[in-house]
């Protein structure tokens, strides 16, 4: 498959208006962590151009970088889509992985099929601090799947995250680096340099960083 370059996928990532820089009202993660910036990737589904850019972008990357494995997993909600039309491009199985375990029914937190013995490649649509990736990988592992690989959409590439798939021996793949992402929204004007400048600090201490007071 043509690889497609890391500069188009983050424009068409910008093109559904899934970049916010919010400086004035940060976002507060699951984790606590407050942010300058959001990057919304649910907003890909209702762009299909993009979209289709975007899961070439993933046929592409699998493609170079050699992935092997027998079944794609999404974590829910956000990674649900992205799991879903990846394996269907791919004919290859899927299933997704709730947050916590259902009250009902089988009482699982896989739904789709049966992953024991199998290779599993884990899809995300943004990595914060991973905590929800790597409860997924938990619930696959239990399950009896074997999971080495994440393919995220982007990630905010905090060392946090590095440090917390680097423990559990996961390797992550973001499809568009953080970098990439704040070089393309400078490039098409929804950055200035200063705002950049306030991004990339708050990247290196984001569990330190508090948005500037309002004069």
Not at 138 to 144: I, K, Q, S, V
Request: net charge positive; glycine share 8%.
């Amino acid at each position: 498959m043509t690889p497609v370059s890391e500069d188009a996928l983050a424009i068409a990532l910008l093109e559904t208006k899934a970049f916010h820089h919010k400086p004035d009202s940060p976002v507060t993660f699951r984790s606590g962590i407050q942010s300058p910036v959001y990057i919304d990737n649910r907003r890909l589904i209702h762009h299909p151009a993009q979209w289709r850019r975007i899961i070439d972008g993933m046929r592409a990357r699998i493609a170079g970088s050699g992935l092997r494995f027998d079944v794609i997993a999404g974590i829910a909600v956000g990674g649900i889509p992205h799991s879903s039309a990846l394996a269907w491009s791919l004919s290859v199985p899927s299933v997704f992985v709730r947050k916590e375990t259902k009250d009902h029914g089988m009482q699982g937190r896989i739904d789709g099929g049966n992953v024991d013995g199998r290779r599993v490649l884990l899809v995300e649509d943004m990595i914060t601090t991973g905590g929800s990736s790597l409860s997924g990988v938990t619930a696959l592992r239990a399950a009896g799947a074997t999971v080495t690989d994440c393919l995220s959409i982007t990630s905010y590439d905090l060392a946090e995250a590095r440090q917390a798939f680097r423990q559990r021996d996961v390797r992550l793949w973001p499809l568009v680096s953080f970098r990439a992402l704040l070089s393309a929204a400078v490039a098409s004007g929804l950055l200035d340099d200063s705002a950049r400048g306030q991004i990339e600090a708050w990247n290196c201490n984001p569990r330190g960083w508090r948005a500037d007071p309002a004069p």
